[in-house]
């Protein structure tokens, strides 16, 4: 089995500088990638002089992350791509339980590992945890992370388990699904662009599985921090894109609805809060959904599966139940 491991780098010399000797030393089994997004510092030329192992593909242009794995895949040849962000450690053995796992089960298409954060390495990080899913109205979050709430790792996720999307983060795909699906849809540009391909694939029947036993560590933040406004309208925005694209159709004007009233009391507690630049990063989020709405909703496959949720809505457990650990999610489904 052929894994191709992917990283997509955009000006980040020195966060390849510093975690990617730890992918080619762990990584035996795979032939390792920097696919280039248009940068315009010397990274490319950083990896090319010191690491030749490593092969490299250059984007024409910076497309995100969606548009810039969709473009540099077309020129990698594997049965499985491993999308791996710049910021990310990798661990001895972190491979092999994620090729075995695909050997042994056809109906995997998409795994991801255990992801702890890198500056607190006993804690999961924000991106993934131990695996992601979301609520009835498209609200995600992960084993080991609600909202802003990360969990201690304590070995509460160690088992392996379905899950209903994999972070972006470290994203293990078979390249034959990838390309059934089209690959991510780029105008997304970026973040949830993964759910969003997940979502898809659960439509088509295939399944996506948490594996414990691989672990990486992730800094996360290395693009855009958390608290910038333009990470709030891209989560925004494409939350309510994949909603119409992949939404039951007997649910989906009802919970667009509902959700677009949850969009507008986070505006306004950004208000009240001070934070004008994230309540005007909601209307854009709103305005750029409703000049694409027509197009996007072409973009729904013949069948949405109707049980795509495990709890109602994560914003009232967690805000109005005060629940912070998802162990104590699951008796509110």
Not at 164 to 191: P, Q
């Amino acid at each position: 089995m052929k894994v191709a491991v992917v990283i997509l780098n955009w000006n980040g010399k020195q966060l390849l500088e510093q975690f990617l000797p730890s992918v080619v030393q762990f990584s035996k089994e795979a032939t390792v990638y920097v696919a280039d997004n248009a940068s315009t510092d010397d990274s490319v030329a950083f990896v090319s002089a010191n690491f030749p192992t490593v092969s490299i593909v250059v984007n024409s242009t910076n497309t995100g992350y969606a548009g810039g794995y969709n473009e540099a895949l077309q020129h990698i040849e594997a049965d499985i791509y491993a999308l791996v962000n710049s910021d990310i450690e990798v661990t001895e053995n972190w491979l092999q339980p994620i090729i075995n796992t695909f050997q042994n089960e056809p109906t995997t298409a998409i795994i991801q590992p255990k992801i702890l954060d890198f500056k607190n390495k006993d804690y999961f990080e924000y991106a993934g945890a131990a695996g992601g899913f979301i609520d009835q109205y498209g609200y995600p979050f992960c084993r080991g992370r609600i909202f802003d709430t990360l969990e201690k790792d304590n070995g509460q996720y160690d088992s392996n388990q379905e899950i209903f999307w994999a972070s972006g983060a470290c994203f293990f795909i078979r390249s034959a699904v990838y390309k059934e699906l089209n690959g991510f849809d780029t105008s997304f540009f970026a973040h949830q662009e993964e759910i969003d391909l997940c979502w898809r694939a659960i439509n088509k029947g295939y399944s996506i599985q948490y594996l414990f036993e691989s672990k990486v560590y992730h800094v996360g933040g290395a693009t855009l921090q958390q608290g910038n406004p333009k990470k709030t309208e891209l989560n925004f925005r494409n939350s309510l894109l994949m909603l119409t694209k992949n939404l039951p159709e007997k649910d989906l004007y009802k919970v667009l609805f509902i959700r677009m009233v949850l969009d507008g009391i986070a505006g306004i507690q950004f208000l009240l809060k001070g934070k004008f630049n994230h309540f005007l990063a909601i209307l854009k989020a709103h305005a750029a959904f409703y000049s694409r709405y027509s197009e996007n909703f072409k973009k729904r496959s013949d069948f949405q599966r109707s049980e795509y949720y495990i709890t109602k809505s994560i914003v009232y457990s967690y805000f109005v139940k005060k629940i912070r650990f998802f162990n104590d999610l699951i008796m509110f489904k």
